[in-house]
């Protein structure tokens, strides 16, 4: 794994800037207090300068496709000009629609690239068995299309909104806590401290580990704690799932000033804080994080 993360180092480069861009959401974060009505919050588009557009699909070719494990590839997309952007709030995803068999499917996406990152945005996507589009993304070579709408805002990050932002992720909802991560953390004027529970099958599971690893080295506001199902002899940090336990010793306490950010599998999700009900619905806060004495206004489901 080691040889992998250091050609995905190789590859990425990095792409990290001042953090200026005006976001936006459908009125559903008072930032103000750090905190966001679940009724309220929907993703509604915006129109952006960028070059994705949110009415119509619009086609990018593959630049480059990187092995992270032995079911995850990060897709490398060329974007219409060598220094066009991708215009996107943050936290936003865009939706990729493929066609198999006379069957369309549409499923949303968080772009692990910065919003100046010029010319390519970059999609990790992990492989299903019985996944329509992990195995549409599986077939393509360097070349090939694919069809992009978007940006969907999901809920608006703006500097300082919170003392505290604890995450959890699971797999692949790594992508939009690196994308709130890398955007605030090099914003020198955002003094929010952020915290990671990030979960995965085994250590190679572990997706963008060397991203996050160098975060968590160049920035003091940022900690990460891994948890694996299946540790190898030497694994020293979490073991297992998600507990209450870490839950208390790695995020931040529930009170004022505090939020928590969440996005994994439909199990974690369960366990940790709850499923949403829709796109349009945080649904019920229950799991760890309701039993650490969160409330639904300080929780954010993506």
């Known amino acids: ?9 190789a590859a990425l480069g990095s792409a990290l800037g001042p953090a200026t861009l005006a976001l936006w959401v459908g009125g559903c ?25 949110p009415d119509v699909f619009r086609e990018y070719p593959v630049m480059a496709i990187i092995p992270l494990s032995n079911n995850a ?10 220094k066009d952007v991708m215009g996107l709030s943050v936290a936003s995803c865009i939706h990729v629609q493929a066609e198999q068999g006379g069957a369309k499917t ?13 010319g390519y945005f970059d999609l990790v996507v992990k492989r ?12 393509l070579n360097v070349g090939d299309k694919i069809q992009v709408k978007g940006p969907f805002p999901k809920i608006k ?28 953390l090099a914003d020198s004027e955002d003094n929010t401290e952020f915290s990671l529970i990030y979960c995965n099958i085994s250590p190679e599971d572990i997706l963008l580990k060397d991203r996050l690893d160098d975060l968590a080295e160049r920035y003091h506001r940022f900690r990460v704690f ?13 073991s297992g799932y998600v507990t209450l336990d870490m839950i208390e010793r790695k995020l931040p306490a529930a009170e004022d000033g505090s939020m928590v950010f969440v996005c994994g599998p439909p199990g974690m999700m369960r366990a940790v804080c709850g499923e949403k009900r829709n796109e349009q619905s945080q649904g019920r806060l229950s799991g760890l994080l309701a039993k650490r004495g969160f409330r639904a206004n300080a929780v954010y489901k993506f």
């Open 1 to 9: 794994m080691a040889g992998a993360t250091g050609v995905l180092r």
């Open 29 to 53: 974060c008072d930032t103000r207090r750090g905190l966001f009505d679940p009724a309220q919050c929907d993703v509604r588009p915006r129109v952006s300068k960028g070059s994705f557009s």
């Open 73 to 82: 590839r990060l897709f490398r997309m060329k974007l219409p000009a060598s």
């Open 106 to 118: 549409v499923r949303p996406y968080t772009p692990t690239t910065t919003n100046f990152t010029q």
């Open 128 to 139: 299903y068995p019985d996944g329509m589009m992990s195995s549409h993304f599986f077939g």
């Open 157 to 184: 990050y703006e500097r300082n909104m919170a003392k505290r932002v604890g995450m959890v992720a699971g797999g692949t909802g790594i992508t939009p806590m690196l994308q709130v991560l890398e955007h605030a």
């Open 226 to 238: 891994y948890v694996v199902e299946k540790p190898e002899e030497d694994w020293e940090q979490g």
